[in-house]
């Protein structure tokens, strides 16, 4: 499966993004899908994941809940991030990662067999 991420760019603190993912195969629809970013200098670190099933189960770092939601319309093979209330910490590459199946350690990079190439998220002050 390969993916593509989209819709990262430059905001200022406090404004929104959504990131998309998108998949090159319906066999996507059987994937638990998970975003994690990399800021410079840091390793990569888990955000958010949704499991392989229309209106999975969600689970988010503690830096992001009640800020982004991920989401997911296997009718087009994509997941999104929505990100609101977006802070200069924020600021990272940010990757979508899936696997098929679920069950798997959702935070762990381990976890996930198929990576996306990232998409820059800059959040200015």
């Known amino acids: 499966v390969q993916l593509v991420e989209s819709g990262g760019g430059l905001v200022q603190a406090g404004g929104s993004l959504r990131l998309s993912c998108a998949a090159s195969e319906r066999s996507f629809s059987s994937h638990a899908v998970a975003w994690f970013r990399q800021a410079p200098g840091k390793e990569r670190e888990f955000v958010a994941t949704i499991s392989w099933w229309s209106g999975g189960d969600t689970y988010y770092s503690n830096s992001v809940k009640g800020r982004f939601t991920i989401s997911r319309d296997n009718a087009f093979n994509t997941v999104y991030l929505q990100m609101n209330s977006l802070e200069p910490e924020d600021t990272a590459v940010y990757y979508c990662?899936?696997?098929?199946?679920?069950?798997?350690?959702?935070?762990?990079?381990?976890?996930?067999?198929?990576w996306g190439q990232g998409t820059q998220v800059t959040v200015s002050s």
């Open positions: 990662a899936a696997y098929i199946g679920s069950g798997r350690a959702y935070t762990r990079l381990s976890s996930y067999d198929h």
